[in-house]
């Protein structure tokens, strides 16, 4: 804990010298993609007007925990729902036929 301010006073630091432009630029790391979509779906859960990741990102994101995982999501799921269940926020839908998922959070 002694550390704690001296880390978050480097982290300010770091972010109050980016400029505007790399905000928006890619880090190429997927992790973070994955775990900042899979933040905001839980996040905009129980929001009703807020917009929520860019689709494509939530099918990427899909794809990535499909891929982590090993386990394929049934058919016809949707991406997001799919992602919920994955995360644990959600229970298993009794249609998905003894789908056991991997919980990721």
């Known amino acids: 804990m002694d550390l704690f301010p001296r880390a978050w006073g480097a982290l300010q630091e770091a972010v109050h010298a980016l400029e505007d432009g790399q ?4 880090s190429g790391c997927t992790g973070w993609l994955v775990e900042s979509t899979l933040h905001h779906l839980d996040l905009i859960r129980h929001l ?3 917009d929520g ?3 494509e990102t939530v099918a990427a994101t899909r794809v990535m925990v499909e891929k982590v995982t090993g386990h394929a999501f049934p058919a016809g799921v949707d991406d997001r729902d799919a992602l919920r269940v994955a995360t644990g926020c959600v229970p298993v839908p009794a249609a998905w036929g003894g789908f056991t998922p991997v919980v990721l959070g």
Do not use: H, L
């Open 53 to 55: 990741p860019p689709p």
């Open 23 to 26: 905000w928006v630029t890619p």
């Open 48 to 50: 009703s007007g807020v």
